[in-house]
T-cell receptor
Framework: DGGITQSPKYLFRKEGQNVTLSCEQNLNHDAMYWYRQDPGQGLRLIYYSQIVNDFQKGDIAEGYSVSREKKESFPLTVTSAQKNPTAFYLC???????????FGPGTRLTVT | AQSVAQPEDQVNVAEGNPLTVKCTYSVSGNPYLFWYVQYPNRGLQFLLKYITGDNLVKGSYGFEAEFNKSQTSFHLKKPSALVSDSALYFCAVVIPDKLIFGTGTRLQVFP
């Protein structure tokens, strides 16, 4: 899984609570990404960031928020506005957007 | 619309036989194409990429992929499958600033 860490591996929350997923990389990559993976749907892009203090919405940003205060860190907050938050969340980074992405091990979030 | 498709949800192959996992794409301009593999409850691992040059790209673990511009395809291949190749495989294509992924193909290699 390269130099990207995600914590925790498993996360359980009650409905209505916000939860923050951690993503840290030591690869000195400028670009970072958050994906959501559901069975049979592949990976869907939530947010991405090409540089510190800047980020863009992906295809399914509603109910999520991010920050990029440091190059190494790109935390994702799943808010109570996200209707179906239970999923496997993957963080990735790359040197530049058109290059291969390196993925973290993922966080499996279960909301009941 | 720019997209990438993996027409097979699952591919079954006997160990030792050649394998092919299919991918087709629809993008404007010259495509940058990738293959990734995912083992259960893990992140994706990069296998290989095509940017330009030779249409046959060699990657990790003995995998290769053939870029075919006229058929807009980028099929993943391996001459002799191993049981340990059983995993979920994703094709991806670059669009400005990001990748779009296919829905994945589960490869099952039987002993």
């Amino acid at each position: 899984d390269g130099g990207i860490t995600q914590s925790p591996k498993y996360l359980f929350r009650k409905e209505g609570q916000n939860v923050t997923l951690s993503c840290e990389q030591n690869l000195n990559h400028d670009a970072m990404y958050w994906y959501r993976q559901d069975p049979g749907q592949g990976l869907r892009l939530i947010y991405y960031s090409q540089i510190v203090n800047d980020f863009q919405k992906g295809d399914i940003a509603e109910g999520y928020s991010v920050s990029r205060e440091k190059k190494e860190s790109f935390p994702l907050t799943v808010t109570s506005a996200q209707k179906n938050p239970t999923a496997f969340y993957l963080c990735a980074s790359s040197i530049w957007p058109e290059d291969e992405q390196y993925f973290g091990p993922g966080t499996r979030l279960t909301v009941t | 619309a720019q997209s990438v498709a993996q027409p097979e949800d699952q591919v079954n192959v006997a160990e030792g036989n050649p394998l092919t996992v299919k991918c087709t794409y629809s993008v404007s301009g010259n495509p940058y194409l990738f293959w990734y593999v995912q083992y259960p409850n893990r992140g994706l691992q990069f296998l290989l990429k095509y940017i330009t040059g030779d249409n046959l790209v060699k990657g990790s673990y003995g995998f290769e992929a053939e870029f075919n511009k006229s058929q807009t395809s980028f099929h993943l291949k391996k001459p002799s499958a191993l049981v340990s190749d059983s995993a979920l495989y994703f094709c991806a294509v670059v669009i400005p600033d990001k990748l779009i992924f296919g829905t994945g193909t589960r490869l099952q290699v039987f002993p």
